[in-house]
DNA sequence: CGCGAGATTGATCGCCCTCAAGGTAAGTGG
DNA sequence: CCACTTACCTTGAGGGCGATCAATCTCGCG
């Protein structure tokens, strides 16, 4: 089995989920991995295929999707270097809930799941940090389903953009992570739409779009230009169940 | 502190999750447990509030919603009778990230953090099962984030019906969890929408829709009439699969 | 019976998708 | 350096789905 480079591995030890691990049990896992290097744009495995290890990204990025019935494509979460993915699916242990692919190049370490689970079950305290990590996703997918079951097309543009913003106010530079068409399909619309939603956010000077790369002048401004719609009468109330006890 | 009822305590002790737990935690968990009960449709909490607790479902039903900054309420989830919730939210311990609002009466129990991740602390081979749970929790967020990003009314709705038939095929009777408003909420879509794709699916022969249940008598048909979108004009009927089993 | 909440139905409008054409870089070979 | 290629992006016209506004209907209840 081709073992992975000790500088490569200790990327993977300098994750929340891996830092507290002793140091025996990191080296039984490191002979267990292997790196994964894809060329070009590439499946690395599809939704509902036979779940055997998960992954960690160690240059390039990974799209994880999920398609409908019709075929439509949906980005479900974009993998940035230094995350780990598809972990989760290890403790109910059957098949990937989604497709992931390659956007580009990218190198990758495979852990499998078998001895990872093995070191786990023998020393369940190592779980802690990996609840704090399943219960962040969560949040992180609520949000999502909020965005994409009430929000506009406009909205969920400049959210996304203000997510990568950082938190300082002032002008910022936000690096689009993959090209126009993947983010359209991660923000579930098209790729026609995301180009007038850009086009008015520059009209309004809320944003200047580059090729890979929207520059940011005012964050607020954005804000407000995000949020511009809910401006007519949101003072309405929603009412109160009749019989709400105060118990 | 009002101690809990053996017997509803023992609803709790019969889920996945504590089945596992040795006699002596369990009381030591009961001794910290309080009954909820909720006369009517009220809030529990609210999204960003602090959390110190999370809940089981003994009767009645929960709807965990999350708003908009235009003000727009999506529902997340229904919680039923018998189920969890927000336990995922103790191992970030900080606030609720969505809203819990009962639909008319219900009763709960209440489980405080401290106790609970007192015990789990001490003994971590108890995690293990929660991990399962917070894995199929994340199957089902990335489920409704593909729905709600790229499916339409049509689609959601029948899917959700779906979702609750019966496996085996064969005339099936689908009770509405919450009226049809917060239905509509849930699925992402207006009340006035939500009516019309009823009245569509009828009038093609894929169910029967009553007040507060829904009358399937082929999945099959329904399944099909879901996934009809390529077809030109086949908003009127569909034909009967051959094989659809009368049962 | 009158009341009120929930559900239905109709008319109209706006957002977003679809289809289609044109534009704008990057890489290639002459 | 310049046609050519290719992939990506933009722009335009038109249509459909679902939201909005508003009226009516149903049903449970005091």
Redesign the interface.
């Known amino acids: 089995m081709m073992q992975i480079d000790d500088a490569l591995f200790q990327r993977l030890r300098d994750t929340p989920i891996f830092k507290s691990w002793p140091e025996a049990a990191l080296l039984h896992l490191q002979s267990h991995c292997r790196a994964v290097p894809l060329r070009g744009a590439s499946i690395l495995f599809s939704a509902g295929s036979q779940a055997s290890a998960f992954y960690f990204v160690l240059s390039g990025r990974m799209l994880l999707s999920?398609?409908?019935?019709?075929g439509?494509?949906?980005i479900?979460e974009i993998i940035q270097p230094g995350q780990l993915f598809a972990l989760?699916?290890g403790?109910?242990g059957r098949r990937y809930?989604?497709t992931a692919t390659s956007e580009g190049r990218a190198e990758l370490i495979e852990i499998p799941f078998a001895p990872f689970l093995g070191i786990i079950?023998e020393q369940?305290?190592l779980?802690?940090q990996?609840?704090?990590d399943?219960?962040?996703?969560?949040?992180f997918?609520?949000?999502?389903?909020?965005?994409?079951?009430?929000?506009s097309a406009d909205?969920r543009v400049g959210q996304y953009l203000l997510d990568l913003c950082p938190q300082h106010a002032g002008p910022a530079r936000v690096e689009l992570p993959c090209t126009k068409a993947a983010l359209a399909a991660r923000l579930?619309i098209k790729p026609e739409t995301l180009s007038r939603v850009f086009a008015r956010m520059q009209q309004a000077g809320a944003a200047v779009v580059g090729r890979r790369h929207v520059d940011i002048p005012c964050p607020e401004a954005l804000q407000q230009w995000t949020?511009r719609?809910?401006e007519p009468d949101?003072r309405?109330r929603?009412k109160q169940?009749?019989?709400?006890?105060r118990?």
């Open positions: 999920s398609s409908s019935a019709a439509h494509e949906k479900v989760a699916v403790f109910l809930p989604v079950k369940p305290e779980t802690w990996m609840l704090a399943l219960s962040i996703r969560l949040n997918l609520i949000n999502e389903v909020r965005r994409m079951g009430v929000e909205t579930g949020n719609q809910s949101n309405r929603i169940p009749a019989g709400c006890p118990s």
